[in-house]
């Protein structure tokens, strides 16, 4: 069975600096797909990026960036030039690339780690 | 477009209530799943629907039933909760099997 472990449960960065975020997971499947979703206090669930295992390119969106190492099944992000609105709980999950029979792209979510940002 | 939209925002009930919760999108997903999260957790994955077919019940009590009307469609209705069914209930769809994009969530508090 796949698992997700997020080993920081919170995190504080200091407003327009960088912080990372730590996520591994184990799985013995060679197709999957990584996401980090954020949530605020605001409570919805707000997709940040998306991984592809078959892609050696590090995903990135805007100030949001992924350190995917694979054979080391780690994948953290990278937050550059915090700001406030950035403070969440952060989710790391992973969906296999396979349908398990009734398995329609499950996500397997690691316990979060809530990120402050200080002005 | 990646919106999922989730009616009511808060619903507060007795044990005895019937209440439903609903769910809408109109991206053409035709993957459909609720979500239970407790405070401080993760969510919890309930239902899943796959071309309005029930495709998953990860062994959710009977008092929580599951409808996909439509594709775009899902409602969740609830009958002789517990407290501790209290939770923020979360909507999400996908194309099928694909990345997954959630609703803003029910609060549900059962008196």
């Given at each position: 069975?796949?698992?997700?472990?997020?080993?920081?449960?919170?995190?504080?960065?200091?407003?327009?600096?960088?912080?990372?975020?730590?996520?591994?997971?184990?799985?013995?499947?060679?197709?999957?797909?990584?996401?980090?979703?954020?949530?605020?206090?605001?409570?919805?669930?707000?997709?940040?990026?998306r991984?592809?295992?078959?892609?050696?390119?590090?995903?990135?969106?805007?100030?949001?960036?992924?350190?995917?190492?694979?054979?080391?099944?780690?994948?953290?992000?990278?937050?550059?030039?915090?700001?406030?609105?950035?403070?969440?709980?952060?989710?790391?999950?992973?969906?296999?690339?396979?349908?398990?029979?009734?398995?329609?792209?499950?996500?397997?979510?690691?316990?979060?780690?809530?990120?402050?940002?200080?002005? | 477009?990646?919106?999922?939209?989730?009616?009511?925002?808060?619903?507060?009930?007795?044990?005895?209530?019937?209440?439903?919760?609903?769910?809408?999108?109109?991206?053409?997903?035709?993957?459909?799943?609720?979500?239970?999260?407790?405070?401080?957790?993760?969510?919890?994955?309930?239902?899943?629907?796959?071309?309005?077919?029930?495709?998953?019940?990860?062994?959710?009590?009977?008092?929580?039933?599951?409808?996909?009307?439509?594709?775009?469609?899902?409602?969740?209705?609830?009958?002789?909760?517990?407290?501790?069914?209290?939770?923020?209930?979360?909507?999400?769809?996908s194309?099928?099997?694909g990345t997954q994009?959630?609703?803003?969530?029910?609060?549900?508090?059962?008196?």
């Amino acid at each position: 069975a796949q698992t997700v472990t997020q080993s920081q449960p919170e995190m504080s960065v200091q407003e327009a600096e960088t912080v990372t975020l730590s996520c591994t997971y184990d799985t013995s499947e060679s197709d999957y797909y990584l996401f980090w979703y954020k949530q605020p206090p605001s409570r919805q669930m707000i997709l940040v990026i998306r991984q592809e295992a078959y892609k050696q390119q590090n995903a990135t969106e805007n100030r949001f960036s992924v350190n995917f190492q694979k054979a080391a099944k780690s994948f953290s992000l990278k937050i550059s030039d915090s700001q406030l609105g950035d403070a969440a709980m952060y989710f790391c999950a992973y969906r296999s690339g396979r349908n398990y029979g009734g398995s329609q792209g499950n996500l397997i979510f690691g316990k979060g780690t809530k990120l402050s940002v200080k002005p | 477009d990646t919106e999922v939209t989730q009616t009511p925002k808060h619903l507060v009930m007795g044990m005895t209530n019937k209440k439903s919760l609903k769910c809408e999108q109109h991206m053409g997903h035709r993957a459909m799943y609720w979500y239970k999260q407790k405070a401080k957790k993760p969510p919890e994955l309930m239902f899943v629907y796959s071309y309005e077919k029930l495709s998953i019940n990860e062994s959710v009590p009977s008092r929580f039933s599951p409808e996909c009307p439509n594709s775009s469609l899902l409602n969740l209705h609830l009958h002789a909760l517990q407290p501790e069914d209290s939770a923020l209930y979360l909507c999400a769809s996908s194309l099928r099997g694909g990345t997954q994009y959630f609703g803003p969530g029910t609060r549900l508090t059962v008196l």
